[in-house]
């Protein structure tokens, strides 16, 4: 079967943001395989191993992807162009992660049939344009399940700065497909439709706490449960058994639970917004919390360009 090759008129464009996004701050510092040759190497990265992602696999002859590259202002190539590096340093981790926190935004409800390319142009036609303060999105990631790597409709977007993020957490409501709505236009609205969202800060904290899904209600039902029939012998002796998919109480409890053990064993699609612009080589294997992503093994451990191409 013949590769394909993007030929669009956006060719530079594209090439340029998605090596830029590999070499950025959001992404390079947990992009564990990138990140190993970055270090060893003072910086530099053979253009080979990036073109080797599964997002850059589309990109072809090298040459034309060379001469995009010549231009960004945030990349420098060897005098032979057969190497690659960022032009400015890079910030602390520790910095770099605190921003990221303050700067995504955790959001559930999406359809569980999206592709990350459908998740990534949803964000740069509905959300993007409508930020007060910059028009962009920094990367998008679907969270799937580790065993299966299945998305069940979990999306961290990154923004460029916490005003955004602020904005789109308290000063609006996000519908799936419609995009920003007013508070007005959102009492009108379908309230299935509607996001939940929150920063990926209270998240996490919420997660740590113990809060995440309802999972203090189920365990306080449990301890309930066990604390008004200790000592009791059950009615029927060995022939009833306790109902795990009810909870202590008889109440639904298994999709909290399950969800919760989903999200603990979870990994990530991480790419940059523009339709294939995110790291294909990164698909993070890692907790939901920390939003990692795991490039995709070049060939077998880019985990981090995996991210950006499914």
Do not use: C
């Amino acid at each position: 079967m013949t590769e394909f090759i993007y030929k669009g008129d956006d060719f530079e464009d594209k090439v340029r943001k998605q090596v830029e996004f590999y070499f950025s701050d959001s992404n390079l510092q947990q992009d564990k395989f990138l990140w190993k040759i970055y270090e060893a190497n003072d910086g530099w990265v053979e253009l080979k191993t990036i073109l080797t992602f599964g997002r850059m696999k589309q990109y072809r002859p090298e040459e034309k992807v060379v001469e995009a590259l010549k231009s960004s202002d945030k990349l420098e190539l060897s005098a032979n162009n057969d190497m690659i590096r960022r032009k400015h340093p890079l910030k602390d981790f520790n910095e770099i992660k605190n921003t990221k926190k303050r700067n995504t935004v955790h959001i559930e409800g999406f359809p569980h049939d999206l592709t990350q390319e459908q998740v990534e142009a949803w964000f740069e036609e509905k959300i993007a344009p409508n930020l007060p303060k910059e028009k962009a999105i920094s990367s998008v990631r679907r969270i799937k399940s580790k065993a299966k790597k299945e998305f069940f409709g979990v999306v961290d977007v990154e923004l460029s700065n916490e005003e955004d993020a602020q904005y789109l957490v308290k000063d609006v409501e996000i519908s799936y497909e419609q995009g920003i709505l007013s508070k007005e236009d959102a009492q009108d609205a379908d309230k299935k439709s509607l996001l939940k969202k929150m920063s990926l800060l209270t998240f996490q904290e919420m997660r740590e706490s113990g809060k995440r899904f309802g999972q203090n209600e189920v365990t306080k039902r449990r301890n309930s449960f066990n604390e008004n029939n200790k000592g009791k012998k059950q009615k029927g002796g060995k022939g009833k058994k306790f109902d795990r998919k009810k909870g202590g109480d008889g109440s639904d409890s298994v999709e909290s639970n399950e969800k919760e053990s989903i999200l603990e064993n979870a990994i990530e699609d991480d790419k940059i917004p523009e339709g294939e612009e995110n790291k294909e080589s990164g698909e993070v294997e890692k907790p939901v919390d920390t939003k990692e992503t795991e490039t995709e093994k070049v060939p077998a451990e880019v985990s981090n360009e995996e991210k950006v191409k499914e």
